[in-house]
């Protein structure tokens, strides 16, 4: 049974039950995950809260030392770091190696914090007055992490939250909480003081309990869109932060100028990258026009038969295994729900796969979606590549804009006046430009829109700043002193 880890100790859990983390490849028990409980977590808050004033007063040029310590660890375990991912989540060590880089590239912006956190300053706002705006750590917050990506969800937290001051509890996934225990580990050995980053392994009983203990000033949560809002009404109707992210359904739009063997290329990685199994992954390529709709149809197909599905860690992999076998089920499920709707079964994904050991689909391609049926307006969470057309961009973007979901949307085009128009005009906050995956970087910020995101104040970059501080205004007044000057 995996351990806590409170006040720089690695302890057991109060648990009575617990989750098992498995490899979705093999369907072998990798490790048994702790289900906490709320005495666990008033554990973990006890000491964050303990931990917080001197690490407050620590100046921040000292409080990222650490981190830039942990940067070094983390790029010698960067390999280590990446198979765990591919051991308890199954994406590809290519994909799993891309997180893990994504996850280093938050230590390094949070680096950054004493240019980030910088305040303000206006003197004279009245004769002889000077105001000041500073930037001041809270207190202890905590993140809730999804099961898609183990190593780099949760950096998009605790990195800024610590380095500007606060104390901090993740809770990991309990389906995949390996990885973040190892760089845990290395935050250990990174030297940051007991107590100022805590891990309490658990469920609801866990999330429920950090939405509303009292001594916890904020709530950054990554999950599916039921429990964001959860969270959301849970964490703010105690009076706290929330940043909340949810679930998503993501359009492509292809018009007829797109250079289309680059488009159905770059549109279909990101339909079955990760096995469909991310936030930002296309769902639904809209084509303009049935010119354009008929050669993707063409260039898809054959690129869906070109994937290899397998075991992560194959270096032949394209793609590999879904979380689960209820996560395989659901989405078989959705693949023969949208058949009865109308939909056009033209690669069957759920083929060929009965004998793998693991929660294998291949990629499945249906043609003929209607903005109507169900695996049109729901999350798939899973490589199933929807085919769709519309008379022109103005009905694509109605299409989009739909959607009560928010989170990306891309555009594959050579025309610029195009592109403008869309990004402009489309109500997701994440937009490509001829990119699949258009994952903003740690110095960007992170969210979406709509049911994709609960708050305002989004993920990592300068809004973690405003998330992770409070804004202290100070006036002065000094009477002039005609000794002195
Ligand atoms: P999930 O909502 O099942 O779980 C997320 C977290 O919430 C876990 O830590 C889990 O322990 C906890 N949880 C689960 N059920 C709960 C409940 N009833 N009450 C309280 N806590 C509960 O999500 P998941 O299946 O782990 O992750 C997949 C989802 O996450 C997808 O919908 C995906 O789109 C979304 N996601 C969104 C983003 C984004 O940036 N918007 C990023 C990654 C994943």
Not at 137 to 164: H, R
Request: hydrophobic share 45%; with cysteine.
């Amino acid at each position: 049974m995996i351990k806590n880890y409170l006040g720089g100790q690695w302890v057991d859990s109060h648990a009575t039950e617990s989750a098992e983390v498995i490899n979705p490849a093999t369907a072998e028990v990798i490790g048994h995950c702790p289900l906490g409980t709320a005495e666990d977590v008033d554990a973990a808050v006890a000491a964050a809260s303990a931990a917080f004033q001197s690490w407050r007063e620590t100046p921040v040029v000292d409080r990222v030392q650490p981190m830039f310590r942990l940067k070094a660890l983390l790029e010698d375990a960067h390999e280590d770091l990446a198979r765990q991912v591919t051991l308890e989540h199954g994406k590809t060590l290519v994909e799993a190696r891309g997180s893990v880089r994504r996850g280093i590239q938050m230590v390094e912006t949070a680096c950054a914090m004493p240019s980030l956190m910088m305040g303000q300053i206006l003197e004279d706002i009245a004769p002889g007055i000077d105001s000041q705006a500073v930037r001041r750590p809270m207190g202890v917050f905590a993140c809730i992490a999804p099961f898609n990506f183990p190593a780099m969800v949760p950096m998009w937290f605790w990195p800024f939250a610590i380095a500007a001051g606060n104390t901090f509890v993740i809770k990991p996934s309990e389906r995949v909480p390996l990885t973040q225990l190892k760089i845990v580990e290395l935050a250990e050995q990174a030297g940051f003081p007991p107590g100022v980053l805590n891990v309490v392994h658990g469920g609801k009983t866990v999330v429920d309990r950090l939405c509303t203990h009292p001594d916890i000033k904020g709530v950054s949560f990554v999950g599916s869109t039921p429990v964001a809002k959860h969270v959301y009404t849970t964490a703010g109707g105690a009076g706290k932060r929330v940043q909340s992210l949810g679930g998503a359904k993501n359009f492509m739009v292809v018009m007829p100028d797109a250079v289309l063997d680059k488009t159905a290329a770059t549109a279909v990685e990101s339909i079955i990258g990760c096995a469909g199994e991310r936030c930002l992954a296309g769902s639904v390529i809209i084509s303009i026009g049935e010119e354009t709709r008929a050669q993707m149809e063409t260039l898809v197909v054959d690129q869906a038969r070109r994937t290899t599905v397998g075991d992560g860690l194959a270096p032949e992999t394209d793609m590999g295994p879904l979380i689960s076998q209820a996560s395989k089920d659901r989405v078989k499920g959705m693949i023969a729900r949208a058949i009865d709707d109308g939909a056009e079964l033209l690669v069957d994904g759920r083929e060929g796969v009965d004998d793998m050991p693991g929660y294998f689909l291949k990629p499945t391609v249906l043609g003929n979606i209607q903005p109507q049926m169900e695996i049109a307006q729901e999350e798939v969470f899973g490589p199933v590549i929807l085919l769709a057309a519309a008379d022109d961009l103005h009905q694509a973007v109605d299409w989009i804009n739909s959607s009560p979901y928010g989170n990306t949307t891309t555009l594959f085009t050579t025309n610029g006046a195009a592109a403008r128009q869309f990004c402009y005009h489309v109500d997701p906050t994440m937009v490509g430009i001829n990119i699949g995956v258009p994952a903003p970087m740690a110095f960007f910020s992170f969210g979406g829109a709509k049911q994709s995101f609960f708050g305002d104040v989004k993920a990592h970059g300068r809004a973690s700043v405003d998330f992770y501080t409070d804004s202290v205004v100070t006036i002065h007044r000094w009477i002039k002193d005609a000794s002195i000057w």
